[in-house]
């Protein structure tokens, strides 16, 4: 099943979709207002995600499913996003080259424990129909197109899109200054929805598109998989939660696997658009911050 949280004029509501129907699951039971909700629940009722919501199904008013994407939000409010790197060698490739110190990204690359760094908090995330931020002291940005994994107290429970957009001129000159390249307002952007573990299956497998448009023009459009990921999702969220104490949710980004040519750099009112297998295109417009 899909999850969507929708902005309403009366009240938050999160929707659930199954194949071409939706359901206003908030309707069903006014206190699973969010996805969040919805996990505590089957934490605490030893279930799936989607048999607590296949159980409110009967009692829930219908949603026309045309204006979920219109109406959807960031479908999660994370008490923390994390993020890998370089965990696709293109990612690898590109920083080695903008790099005066190469040779750390070939390491993490080829290395046993992955990059893993703090991403944003919920105040720095945006979701679908809202602006990403390029940051006015920046040259060179790029849209980072991701995989997000979705987790419930460590437990991966969905997946969503995730855009990791970055300061390539900022990371490029010290790698020290990463922070400074990844962590910055509206720097993250994750939606349209999180599509339940059990309905993706195989995450290692999820086909990729990334088109971004200026004025209307296509300036650059490209495809990859997450079967070119060096490392699983599994994996990844494992460090993640190695020795540290994870919140309540938390969405981990999985890295890049795809890079515009080294002479793009994102404008003010660029269209970004990131679409990923089963769970559906993120949406978001770009503006200097
Ligand atoms: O090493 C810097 C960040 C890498 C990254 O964000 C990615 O590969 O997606
Ligand atoms: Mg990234």
Redesign the pocket.
């Known amino acids: 099943m899909q999850y969507y949280a929708l902005a309403g004029a009366e009240r938050p509501a999160l929707v659930a979709r199954d194949e071409d129907d939706a359901f206003d699951l908030t309707s069903s039971n006014p206190k699973v207002e969010t996805f969040s909700d919805l996990a505590r629940a089957a934490d605490i009722t030893n279930q799936s995600v989607d048999d607590v919501a296949r159980g409110l199904l009967d009692e829930a008013d219908s949603f026309p499913a045309d204006d979920l994407s219109e109406r959807a939000r960031r479908p999660v409010v994370p008490d923390e996003v994390w ?1 890998a ?3 696709y060698h293109i ?1 690898e490739q590109a ?1 080695e080259a903008e790099s005066g110190m190469p040779d750390v ?1 070939l390491d993490v690359y080829e290395g046993e424990r992955p ?1 893993i760094f703090f991403k944003a908090t919920a105040s720095r995330t945006v979701g679908p129909n809202e602006a990403v931020g390029i940051r006015g002291d920046s040259s060179w940005d790029v849209p ?1 197109p ?1 995989l997000g994994v979705v987790l419930y107290r460590g437990d991966i429970v969905g997946y969503t899109v995730g855009n ?1 957009v ?1 300061s390539r001129s900022i ?1 490029g000159e010290n790698p020290l200054y ?1 922070p400074q390249a990844k962590v910055y307002d509206r720097c993250c952007s994750i939606g349209p929805c999180i599509t339940s573990a059990a309905d993706i299956g195989d995450a290692q497998n999820l086909g990729m598109t990334m088109t971004i448009e200026r004025d209307g023009e296509v300036l650059y459009e490209e495809s990859a998989s997450t079967a070119e990921m060096v490392k699983s999702c599994e994996e990844l969220v494992s460090y993640y939660a190695r020795h540290n104490t994870v919140p309540e949710t938390a969405v981990l980004l999985t ?2 696997a795809l890079v515009p040519s080294d002479d793009f750099t994102l404008q003010e009112g660029d269209d970004v658009r990131i679409e990923v297998d089963d769970i559906g295109v993120l949406e978001n417009t770009v503006t200097v911050v």
Do not use: F, I, P, Q
């Open positions: 993020a790197g370089v965990t990612s920083r990204y990059e980072e991701e990791d970055s990371e990463l890295g890049t």
